[in-house]
């Protein structure tokens, strides 16, 4: 019984409110447990979205993907890789895609023993367009999903 639970934690952000809440849960399991933390974003490229007929690809231009690469390492170091402990393992992951598949694909590549994610991302338009990654993520993972929802205010 001394082997540890989790050895790989996958923490999934899109930058909101609420997976900010489940970076909180993440980094604390992955310290209790000594597991390396993953931290993921998915560049959403429309060229894999389900209706890719009326978007323009960004692929278009390699410079913005680019950028946006950069620019989402940069934003995960400053607001979650800051916030570790000392030698808290971690590794930053930026993939480009449809974020429930990437997300389930990196869960299988990487064997992670379990992802923490926010319950809702994507508001208004864009969640009735591509529909709760979280939700699919919890359908379609090989591994435990632990989904945190959004503290409401006093």
């Known amino acids: 019984m001394g082997e540890n639970l ?46 890719r ?15 946006a690469t950069e620019g989402a390492k940069a934003a995960i170091a400053e607001r979650y890789v800051r916030q570790l402990r000392e030698k808290q393992p971690y590794a930053i992951h930026i993939l480009s895609g449809y974020p429930a598949t990437e997300i389930v694909r990196f869960v299988e590549d990487q064997s992670i023993d379990l992802v923490v994610m926010g319950s809702q991302g994507l508001t208004g338009i864009a969640h009735v367009l591509f529909g709760s990654t979280a939700d699919r993520v919890v359908r379609k993972a090989s591994c435990s999903v632990l989904t945190v929802r959004l503290k409401k205010k006093d």
């Open 6 to 51: 989790y050895k790989s934690i996958a923490f999934c952000t899109d930058f909101s409110n609420n997976a900010d809440e489940a970076f909180i849960a993440a980094k604390d399991l992955a310290w209790r447990y000594g597991a390396t933390l993953h931290l993921v974003h998915v560049l959403v490229t429309f060229t894999t979205a389900p209706i």
């Open 53 to 67: 007929e009326i978007y323009v690809p960004l692929e278009i231009d390699v410079h913005f993907v680019e950028r």
